[in-house]
């Protein structure tokens, strides 16, 4: 079945540091690949999204490279926030020309500190 | 645009009673909705998938008589979890599918404290 494997957490990183969470993915279609944020108490958040290989998404300096080859997905920063510190979840749906359902991975909690 | 609500936002209930969540889609039709379950420091886990006007899909393991879902609108699905159990305690996340666009947004969110 389709599945979505992150690298566990917790990372734990000092404000301005670069920051790769890494996300691979095995689908038995031509997925769509999302990253969302969950912040403590919270529901989650669609940060980015890429929809086809070679597609790179962005968003609130955070980016992910949609890499068919290596069915990979990424996330990266340049420079981290104490604010950036939650829980961020890779994604994967199929036929997003329907209503399906999102195969998520397992959450890898992101804690930035000064 | 795209916002999706819960309600509550938090409950605490007593064992043996039984605790409605709403999840509306407040700007936008959704003729799917999602029910997920978060135990702590863990990954959501699909519990049904919530179709407007027709019965709600379980996923395998979810039982369909303690979890019910109803969903009598495009903007509004429900989950009642039927004579609850502590170990139904969880944090219980909704998302609703644009029927137009078929992008998903969630809910913040209903923590569920069974005592």
């Known amino acids: 079945g389709d599945s979505v494997t992150q690298m566990e957490g917790p990372v734990t990183l000092s404000e301005e540091a670069f920051l790769t969470i890494n996300c691979t993915y095995t689908a038995t279609g031509y997925p769509s690949l999302f990253w969302y944020v969950q912040y403590p108490g919270e529901g989650l958040q669609l940060l980015l999204k890429?929809?086809?290989?070679?597609d790179k998404g962005s968003n609130k300096g955070f980016e992910a490279t949609y890499r068919k080859e290596t069915t990979s997905f990424h996330l990266e920063k340049g420079s981290v926030q104490v604010s950036d510190s939650a829980v961020y979840f890779c994604a994967l749906i199929l036929n997003t020309g329907t209503a399906s359902k999102l195969t998520f991975g397992t959450g890898t909690r992101l804690q930035v500190t000064l | 645009g795209a916002v999706v609500s819960q309600h509550p936002s938090w409950v605490i209930c007593k064992s043996g009673t039984s605790v409605k969540i709403e999840c509306r889609s407040l700007d936008f039709q959704a003729t799917t909705m999602f029910w997920y379950r978060q135990f702590p420091k863990q990954s959501l886990m699909l519990m049904a998938t919530s179709n407007e006007g027709s019965k709600a899909t379980y996923e395998q393991g979810v039982e369909k008589d303690k979890f019910l879902i109803n969903h009598a609108s495009l903007t509004l699905s429900t989950l009642t979890v039927t004579s609850a159990h502590p170990e139904d305690s969880s944090f219980y996340i909704c998302?609703?599918?644009?029927?137009?666009?078929?992008?998903?947004?969630f809910g913040p969110g209903t923590r569920l404290t069974v005592t």
């Open positions: 890429a929809t086809k290989a070679d």
């Open positions: 998302s609703a599918s644009n029927s137009l666009t078929y992008e998903q947004y």
